[in-house]
């Protein structure tokens, strides 16, 4: 296998995955509904993505530091806008 396929490969992963968080990002960034979403679901999911980016450091490996720094991002924004939102409802 010549050694760019595995790279390639990852970096078509890492888009899929990445990106599938956008339209939970913007719907949450517009309509500022986020009582459907796990609080805890996304907290696991910031330690993961996390991990990720050591083991990827680990291994030396682009597209694993990257995207997993990507999805970091997207769960994390979403994850405010939930903390966020939590206060709101809270003061009603």
């Not at 949450?28 to 993961?48: K, P």
Request: contains cysteine; glycine residues 10%; charged residues 15%.
């Amino acid at each position: 296998m010549e050694a760019w396929w595995p790279t390639a490969l990852g970096v078509i992963a890492g888009i899929c995955t990445s990106f599938s968080f956008l339209p939970q990002v913007i719907k949450a960034w517009n309509d500022g509904d986020t009582e459907a979403i796990s609080r805890r679901m996304y907290l696991v999911s910031l330690v993961a993505f996390g991990l990720w980016i050591v083991h990827g450091l680990m291994i030396a490996s682009m597209p694993v530091v990257l995207f997993n720094g990507l999805n970091l991002l997207f769960a994390g924004i979403v994850l405010a806008l939930k903390l966020r939102g939590r206060g709101h409802e809270m003061r009603r």
